[in-house]
């Protein structure tokens, strides 16, 4: 079984609508209920930012800071980690475009926030994703990439290095520059990474379908995952016939996409398809409340893939996970949280929909920037 990763303290300062707040904790699961707007997804949000990227919300970092406080925000956790006790601090110096997030683990500062996946694997399902299957190609390939990034840290430097790489080439072809060693070099760059970042795709997805292929049932239906709109006619074969496959594609389309004004070849482009697959239906077509159950299936296998393959199981915020379930779903999905042998930090606005955690779980009370036991 997975060993657990548990958060003992979590503190933020101008975190949000929290001047101050400060949970102690053990390492049950957390409950937060309170009204709508009370905060309680505010802290899901300050444990989302122990991982790299901007947390569940993508939140430009100076708009997370109090409004009205002078400076920046901080949040700060102790934990059980996969390198043992550690504490975290992260937070933001300075005001507007000015604002860096800062990192200290241990009290000692960071080179990059990177760093974090030695300590901890953080994992969401928030309300904002339940369009995914519906909304725009781009929400599932970001979702895709943190499913990757759990497993793999370089995932998200080689997708930053890509992005630049390739707006380099966009600005280029715009001006009309077509010197052929300047773009040759910088196509070349983008191949390599671009193969990379597919590879990385496609391993993730092989990974949940091998495992998805051996698990038990459970009330929630399984998902069956591909990856369109970049190569799909080659999806394995050796990294270097791939790199120059895909380089002479950037090669030969050169006067097209200075046309187009941007790259239209590359894994930017690649789309993260789902079907539902007891009903063998697209999930974009599916029930809202069917789509919601499929998502939920997907995020308890990648969680059940990360423990699997790091040896620990990875802390799970899951907002306003527990509406429009009934009361059976709801039981089999809290001890399949449970199963999974990690902490998991849930809202609500109802503390009684959360009744079948019993003893497994700590309960809290969010009210207008305030918690309590």
């Given amino acids: 079984m997975a060993q657990k990763i548990s958060l003992s303290q979590l503190k933020l300062t101008n975190f949000r609508n929290y001047t101050e707040a400060s949970l102690t904790l053990d390492e049950r699961h957390v409950v937060l209920t309170g009204e709508n707007g009370a905060g309680k997804t505010n802290l899901m949000e300050a444990v989302s930012f122990l991982s790299p990227g901007r947390g569940l919300r993508r939140a430009v970092l100076a708009d997370v800071t109090r409004v009205g406080?002078?400076?920046?925000?901080?949040?700060?956790?102790?934990?059980?980690?996969?390198?043992?006790?550690?504490?975290?601090?992260?937070?933001?110096?300075?005001?507007?475009?000015?604002?860096?997030?800062?990192?200290?683990?241990?009290?000692?500062?960071?080179?990059?926030?990177?760093?974090?996946?030695?300590?901890?694997?953080?994992?969401?399902?928030?309300?904002?994703?339940?369009?995914?299957?519906?909304?725009?190609?781009?929400?599932?390939?970001?979702f895709l990439d943190r499913l990757v990034l759990s497993i793999d840290p370089s995932h998200g430097r080689r997708a930053g290095d890509f992005e630049r790489t390739m707006r380099n080439r966009n600005r280029l072809l715009s001006e009309g520059r077509y010197d052929p060693s300047w773009l040759s070099a910088i196509e070349a760059q983008m191949a390599g990474l671009g193969i990379a970042m597919a590879a990385a795709r496609q391993e993730m997805l092989g990974l949940l379908r091998t495992l998805s292929a051996t698990s038990e049932e459970t009330p929630f239906p399984s998902p069956v995952l591909a990856l369109e709109g970049f190569l799909d006619d080659v999806p394995e074969g050796p990294a270097a016939d791939l790199e120059d496959r895909y380089l002479a594609m950037l090669r030969e389309s050169r006067g097209r996409d200075a046309a187009a004004g941007r790259t239209l070849d590359g894994p930017h482009r690649s789309d993260l398809q789902v079907r539902h697959r007891e009903k063998d239906m697209d999930a974009a077509r599916c029930s809202t409340g069917e789509q919601k159950a499929l998502l939920i299936g997907l995020i308890l296998a990648h969680a059940r893939l990360t423990a699997n393959m790091t040896g620990f199981a990875p802390v799970l915020l899951l907002d306003e996970i527990a509406a429009h379930l009934d009361e059976g779903r709801r039981r089999a999905l809290f001890d399949l949280i449970h199963d999974l042998g990690g902490q998991s930090f849930m809202t609500g606005t109802d503390r009684s929909m959360f009744s079948a955690l019993a003893e497994r779980a700590q309960f809290f009370t969010v009210d207008g920037g305030s918690v309590r036991p």
Avoid: C, Q, Y
């Fill in 69 to 142: 406080a002078e400076g920046g925000f901080s949040v700060f956790a102790r934990l059980e980690g996969m390198e043992g006790e550690v504490s975290l601090g992260t937070g933001i110096d300075g005001e507007g475009e000015t604002s860096v997030r800062r990192l200290r683990i241990n009290g000692t500062p960071a080179k990059s926030t990177e760093e974090l996946s030695d300590h901890l694997s953080v994992l969401w399902l928030t309300p904002a994703m339940d369009g995914l299957f519906t909304g725009p190609s781009a929400d599932r390939r970001r």
